[in-house]
């Protein structure tokens, strides 16, 4: 029986040119603001981390040097 991928986070192993899935799923969560993230809108995340972000300026943000 095959089972749906639906409302289930993944786990993803980030690299530097896309990221591997370990479990599947249909979405991961934003590091900083907690938000759902559809795998295929994911286009932000970091290698050196393993996080996912929502959008380029959360990623900056989270990124920036302090």
Partial sequence: ML????DRLARLHYMANG????????HV?????GVRIALED??????????AYA????????LAPR
């Fill in 55 to 62: 959008t380029a300026t959360l990623a900056s943000e989270a």
């Fill in 3 to 6: 089972m749906s991928n639906t």
């Fill in 29 to 33: 969560v934003c590091e900083t603001s």
């Fill in 19 to 26: 990221f591997r899935v370990l479990s599947p799923g249909d």
């Fill in 42 to 51: 994911l286009r932000y995340w970091s290698v050196t981390r393993q996080a």
